[in-house]
């Protein structure tokens, strides 16, 4: 994400909506697996925020290999898994390709290249690799970490007479601070986007932790999830109750995330968004609309007794090699460039990228930045990153129809754990 890909999110996951350029309609439109060059796969190079990343980690690579044409091809976001899909099926296709962290990229595993043997000295520099593992093995490098945020206007509560320093650490009284915040300034507390159902992912994994117990979510991650538990339902039923106590901006369900949802809190029509720590829909984002110093962070508040909020972030995206590339060294090596430190560098500055390198300073991006990076060595990994892609996209579906009022929470939570549990 931008994790934790946004580090990723599984957004969609993981999931930024954004529009690559020179896309590829089918797999041998830009295939590599020919020695001598290498084909890219990404939904970033054409971003002009990433242009000077993408310059950087060609140039790194091509000293070590100069005879090695390197090609990216950058595909919209909104098809590229298809694309992918397709590619994998047929057994060709980009030699090195993104993914965000989770289950995109645990689902292909078995189409990729183990890199352990080639990422050994990365280890330590790089944070993030649990989203990119499966089975005690690494499928790619993480390239930024994502994870979720509250992110809250200081203005409007200094509007509303709150303290901007202190934000509510209780459910109640945060609720109640929002009451006063709609009451002075006309702002709803929270702005939601969920017509592509990815706001119940963001809503999971940004207030999770402040429902579960701590042995609860690191069973979650661990995949003991037990869905029947009254935490888990509520974290179910709390986001309908926001939705149906009017603490959202109207018509969630017909708001898309990116960007009107973001575009709600931006613009002061919103007190707070569970939003990104990289690339979009993030801090950097929102101070280009807001002063820098009012845009604070904030943990989830308590919901239920006994929960510990945490930062939730995990790995957000890296790049990964296929197993047909004809020359498997070389394609890590390429790997290697991408997250190397000057490139990543390059990435925050530009982009805002929370970069998985942790020797990249980011001691000049301001209070909201400085909040986030602090919080992320007593942070955990998403909730929602640790799902089956199938079971998210379940998810997303269901949660429209929470909010429209068409499904129960218990019946939702019991079709979430029969995905779940299909294996």
């Known amino acids: ?62 000293q070590r290999h100069p005879g090695v044409t390197v090609e990216f091809v950058a595909q919209p976001f909104d098809q590229y898994y298809t694309l992918l899909g397709a590619a994998i099926q047929a057994g060709k296709g980009p030699d090195v390709m993104l993914f965000n962290g989770g289950g995109q990229i645990r689902d292909r595993a078995d189409s990729l290249l183990p890199l352990d043997e080639y990422v050994r000295d990365d280890r330590k520099r790089l944070a993030g690799w649990d989203a990119f593992t499966k089975d005690g093995k690494t499928y790619a490098a993480p390239v930024t970490l994502q994870g979720h ?47 592509e159902g990815i706001g119940i992912q963001f809503f999971l994994s940004g207030l999770g932790s402040g429902v579960l117990s701590p042995k609860e979510y690191d069973d979650w991650i661990a995949g003991r999830r037990d869905w029947s538990s009254p935490a888990v339902k509520r974290v179910f039923s709390l ?31 919103a007190a707070h968004v569970i939003g990104l720590m990289s690339d979009t829909g993030h801090w950097k984002d929102f101070t280009e609309f807001l002063d820098a110093d009012d845009v604070g962070v904030m943990k989830s508040p308590v919901v239920m007794a006994g929960a510990t909020p945490s930062l939730p ?21 390429l790997v290697r460039s991408l997250t190397s430190t000057d490139a990543l560098k390059s990435f925050y500055a530009d982009a805002g990228a929370i970069a998985a390198d942790r020797t990249v300073d980011v001691s000049g991006g301001g209070p909201a930045v400085a909040t986030i990076v602090s919080g992320i060595d007593r942070g955990k990994p998403a909730l929602h990153v640790a ?31 029969a995905s779940d549990q299909a294996g």
């Open 1 to 62: 994400m931008k994790q934790r890909t946004l580090w990723s999110v599984t957004l969609v996951a993981g999931l930024v909506v954004l529009a690559g350029c020179g896309s590829a309609s089918d797999p041998d439109a830009a295939s590599g697996g020919s020695k001598g060059k290498l084909v890219v796969w990404d939904w970033k190079s054409g971003d002009a925020t990433a242009s000077s990343y993408v310059k950087k980690a060609k140039a790194d690579f091509a």
């Open 149 to 195: 945020p509250i992110y809250y206007n200081k203005s409007l509560y200094r509007k509303a007479g709150l303290d901007p320093e202190q934000p509510a650490t209780r459910w109640d009284e945060f609720v109640a601070d929002c009451r006063t915040l709609t009451k002075a300034t006309g702002a709803r507390c929270f702005a939601q986007g969920n017509k």
């Open 239 to 269: 986001w309908k109750e926001v939705n149906d106590k009017d603490l959202n901006n109207d018509g969630a369900n017909s708001t898309a995330m990116f960007n009107d949802a973001f575009a709600v809190f931006q613009s002061n029509k």
């Open 313 to 333: 972030y995990d790995g957000g995206i890296g790049y990964a090699v296929a197993k047909w590339t004809k020359d498997p060294e070389v394609a890590a090596d």
């Open 387 to 417: 799902l089956p892609s199938r079971t998210v996209e379940l998810m997303g579906r269901l949660s429209q129809q929470l909010l429209s009022g068409s499904v129960t929470v218990d019946a939702a939570v019991r079709q979430l754990a």
